[in-house]
């Protein structure tokens, strides 16, 4: 809403995205190719203003600096864990209950696959499955920081365990972090050796698809959910195509403001309302933090357009098919319809008909 001391002029220049304003048309033009607004950004609830990240919708509603007029109306009636704002206080209680997540409730499951191997791994004929991946590490080298992975857990998208199993390091440990990871060294003895877990995962991952040719969504290779990836399959000594992986470490909405990656344990209590990672580690717990994130963000109810995809063509190239004079002479309005996303957003996995695009 533009108060009425606001000239024309800036109105006219005003991001009709994340409401900053410019002296110049042309200057709202170089913001709207570098800031790749789109309908898939985390948006208040109030007066629809864009955010990069929640991270920074969280500041706009709750602060330390807040927008007044958002913050009174998000304190009656807003989710602080999702961020989106109800209709009424009533719908709000409701609404909180199934927004709010417990620990995982499969703690003697869990328990029972402490004590051995768990090993549901079966190729099938199924699309595209969700499998949630976790690791935890113990130290090796001589000063105990090198990562070794000891523990790994994958769960189904219903938060069923379908692999879980220590795992025989192929280096010393000289670490074994007892105190967040409760290993001891009989436990890894007689463990599965690390070349033998990598091959079992790589193959349920592909499902069939030789990894090479898995190049596109829609195929039988499962989409892999975890948070610091890039890690866990580097310890792992795994490779998985970046199309099929959804990383909550790097997922542009839910990264801080400075664009460095959350904690798990932090993006855990602040959006699903839980502790996870406290005193000794399962990481069946990581993986389920982890897919009720990616769910979470997967079922995001946001406008369909032409083009969605990070990888179209079109995308980034929107704003170099027109001309300079013909953009400033577009409405901001305009400016942000035809502005599209840099990052594939999850709630695309969701839409049948783009998985084969
Ligand atoms: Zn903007
Ligand atoms: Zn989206
Ligand atoms: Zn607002
Ligand atoms: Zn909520």
């Not at 069939?208 to 310890?235: F, M, N, Q, T």
């Not at 933090?289 to 357009?305: G, K, V």
Request: charged content about 25%; some cysteine; overall charge positive.
């Amino acid at each position: 809403m533009g108060s009425r001391h606001e000239s024309s002029e800036t109105l006219r220049n005003k991001c009709a995205a994340c409401y900053r304003q410019f002296n110049k048309m042309e200057h709202l033009v170089e913001h709207m190719r570098t800031s790749y607004h789109s309908v898939h950004e985390p948006m208040c609830g109030i007066c629809r203003k864009h955010c990069r990240s929640f991270e920074s919708l969280r500041e706009h509603l709750i602060g330390p600096l807040p927008k007044a007029e958002c913050e009174r109306i998000f304190k009656d009636r807003g989710c602080d864990l999702c961020l989106t704002v109800l209709s009424s206080r009533s719908g709000l209680w409701n609404h909180r209950e199934a927004c709010q997540f417990s620990r995982s409730n499969n703690g003697v499951l869990c328990r029972l696959a402490n004590l051995g191997i768990q090993d549901e791994l079966r190729l099938d004929n199924s699309r595209a499955k969700v499998v949630a991946l976790a690791c935890k590490m113990v130290g090796g080298g001589s000063d105990g920081s090198l990562d070794l992975c000891a523990r790994v857990c994958l769960i189904d998208e219903h938060e069923r365990i379908i692999f879980h199993t220590y795992v025989k390091p192929q280096l010393p440990v000289t670490n074994y972090r007892y105190e967040t990871t409760g290993l001891r060294p009989e436990f890894l003895r007689e463990a599965m050796p690390l070349k033998q877990v990598q091959r079992r995962i790589q193959d349920y991952l592909c499902n069939g698809e030789p990894i090479w040719h898995i190049r596109s969504r829609g195929g039988r290779a499962r989409v892999l959910v975890g948070h610091g990836l890039d890690h866990d399959l580097k310890c792992l000594e795994m490779e998985y195509p970046p199309i099929m992986i959804r990383d909550t470490a790097k997922y542009p909405p839910l990264m801080k403001t400075s664009k460095l990656s959350n904690s798990l344990k932090y993006l855990t209590k602040a959006y699903l309302g839980y502790d996870i990672q406290t005193g000794q580690q399962d990481p069946y717990e990581d993986c389920v933090a982890t897919l009720r994130l990616y769910m979470r963000m997967r079922s995001q109810n946001h406008d369909t357009e032409d083009c969605p995809l990070a990888t179209d063509p079109q995308n980034r190239n929107n704003f170099a098919s027109w001309r300079q004079n013909e953009l400033e002479r577009m409405t901001p309005e305009k400016l942000l319809e035809i502005s599209r996303s840099d990052y594939y957003c999850w709630c695309l996995d969701s839409r049948t008909s783009h998985t084969n695009s």
